[in-house]
T-cell receptor, first 116, second 113 residues
Framework: NAGVTQTPKFQVLKTGQSMTLQCAQD?????MSWYRQDPGMGLRLIHY???????DQGEVPNGYNVSRSTTEDFPLRLLSAAPSQTSVYFC???????????????FGPGTRLTVL | QKEVEQDPGPLSVPEGAIVSLNCTYS??????FMWYRQYSRKGPELLMY????GNKEDGRFTAQVDKSSKYISLFIRDSQPSDSATYLC?????????????FGQGTRLTINP
């Protein structure tokens, strides 16, 4: 199993550009999520999905869109990039959100995004 | 005020030392308490989780929860250079759920050979 994969690893955008961060998992996990990690802020939840076709907002959803058309993929779209979106983005998955917080979340390696 | 506070460090100790990493929290309703380890330029990985007050041991790692003081700790015995990483505490709000996780800021730990 490849686990959770993310592409690209690094990206530089100009203000106003849009892009999609890709996330895929091959573990047949129901639950997938996107976090951003900023210095001094820890990990903050952007959006999450409890299954194909079902998504919901996390703590910091503004400026981001998601969709979940398949179990495996959960892309994150930046609609109009802003410098405040400079961050490291992590995708994570777990077997089932119903299992509760003790269900191990597997994190991808991250995408480092810089918005100029 | 953040719901979960964690000293960002950095913390540097010699190999073999006992390391204590701590988090305080303000929401008494938090249910599950976790510790994640994150190596440089990698995603976090779950180390341990606990539910009730008390200690939980796993090899060289011990997680401790004191709900009366709203304080959790992770102890690392016989620390190794391979333990050098950022350690994040995390807690769940009631009814959660991975989507209810609240993370601390992380403490950067270096174990010197």
């Amino acid at each position: 199993n490849a686990g959770v994969t993310q592409t690209p690893k690094f990206q530089v955008l100009k203000t106003g550009q849009s892009m999609t961060l890709q996330c895929a998992q091959d573990m047949n996990h129901e639950y997938m999520s996107w976090y951003r990690q900023d210095p001094g802020m820890g990990l903050r939840l952007i959006h999450y999905s409890v299954g194909a076709g079902i998504t919901d907002q996390g703590e910091v959803p503004n400026g981001y869109n998601v969709s979940r058309s398949t179990t495996e993929d959960f892309p994150l779209r930046l609609l109009s990039a802003a410098p405040s979106q400079t961050s490291v983005y992590f995708c994570a998955s777990s077997y089932s959100v119903l299992a509760g917080a003790t269900d191990t979340q597997y994190f991808g390696p991250g995408t480092r995004l810089t918005v100029l | 005020q953040k719901e979960v506070e964690q000293d960002p460090g950095p913390l540097s100790v010699p190999e073999g030392a006992i390391v204590s990493l701590n988090c305080t929290y303000s929401n008494s309703a938090f249910q599950y308490f976790m510790w994640y380890r994150q190596y440089s330029r990698k995603g976090p990985e779950l180390l341990m989780y606990t539910y009730s007050s008390g200690n939980k041991e796993d090899g060289r790692f011990t997680a401790q929860v004191d709900k009366s003081s709203k304080y959790i700790s992770l102890f690392i015995r016989d620390s190794q250079p391979s333990d050098s990483a950022t350690y994040l505490c995390a807690m769940t709000k009631p009814g959660g759920g991975a989507q209810k996780l609240v993370f601390g800021q992380g403490t950067r730990l270096t174990i010197n050979p």
